[in-house]
């Protein structure tokens, strides 16, 4: 979760508020740029869009506008951190539109825009596992250390649109 400034300060002695600096663990900002890094990975930046492989099935050409990602974190149970997890939660992927293309079929083309990144989620968000287990970054549900979400697109490859722009 990430606090305005005002808001931190205003709150902070009634909630408090673990994202906001000087009191944001140093695991909390590492879980930060493994998302980050989990971004540029997994999703290409071609002018003011983001792309990837989305879809239920990973296998959708997804263009996203303006993303923004955070973090949520879990509690460790004592049995997660027998087993060497020092972090657990997950990143969030959240966008103002997106759109699929669909190759084949009757509605082949770019779709109508939608309003959120995931329409296979009812937060409309896109959520990936993140832990650190003795001191290595996993994603997703087989917590692999391979931060990957389909192929990379080639932004020269991305069909051009039959209307509302790129």
Known sequence: ???????????????????????RSAVRSQADGAAE?????????????????LGKYGTELTQMKDI?????????SAADKLNGYEWMGE????CRASRAYSSSGRYSGWQEWQPSCNSWEPSGSIEVQLAKKNGQWLYGYDRSPSASYGPKIDCNRIPPPKTGGR
């Open 1 to 23: 979760m990430r606090c305005p400034l005002l808001g931190c300060v205003s709150w902070l002695f009634v909630l408090g508020c673990s994202s906001c600096s000087p009191f």
């Open 37 to 53: 890094q989990f971004v540029e990975k997994a999703f290409t930046k071609c002018g003011d869009s983001y792309y990837g492989m």
């Open 68 to 76: 923004s990602v955070t973090t949520g974190v879990e509690t460790l």
């Open 91 to 94: 990143i969030v992927i959240h």
